[in-house]
């Protein structure tokens, strides 16, 4: 049974960081493609950053909202997956989702709620 779970969200003000993290289990981890996503209230769900997997050379990437703000990396023995983010803005405000790819499927935390607010 896959479950991820994440962890680190919480209440911030504007300019303050957070740290992601999340767990994985009952999968590749090594080779699986890890993602963190992120919804606002009445907003579309949005890929915020992206770490492949080993095969892969570990290569990320991420949304131009959060470039040179956001980091992205993984601890595969460990089994998790890590969101750094500094100089928060409000907009950052969301529920932010870890999410697997293996083999075509896609695999989901139950997200955790990050607030950028004074």
Do not use: H
Request: net charge positive; hydrophobic share 30%; charged share 20%.
């Amino acid at each position: 049974q896959v479950q991820l779970v994440e962890s680190g969200g919480g209440l911030v003000q504007p300019g303050g960081s957070l740290r992601l993290s999340c767990k994985g289990s009952g999968i590749s981890f090594s080779i699986s493609d890890m993602r963190w996503y992120r919804q606002a209230p009445g907003k579309e769900r949005e890929l915020v950053a992206r770490i492949a997997g080993s095969r892969s050379s570990s290569s990320t990437n991420y949304a131009d909202s959060v470039k040179g703000r956001f980091t992205i990396s993984r601890d595969n023995a460990e089994n998790t997956v890590a969101l750094q983010m500094n100089s928060l803005k409000p907009e950052d405000t969301a529920v932010y989702y870890c999410s697997a790819l293996q083999l075509g499927t896609s695999y989901w935390g139950q997200g955790t709620q990050v607030t950028v607010s004074s």
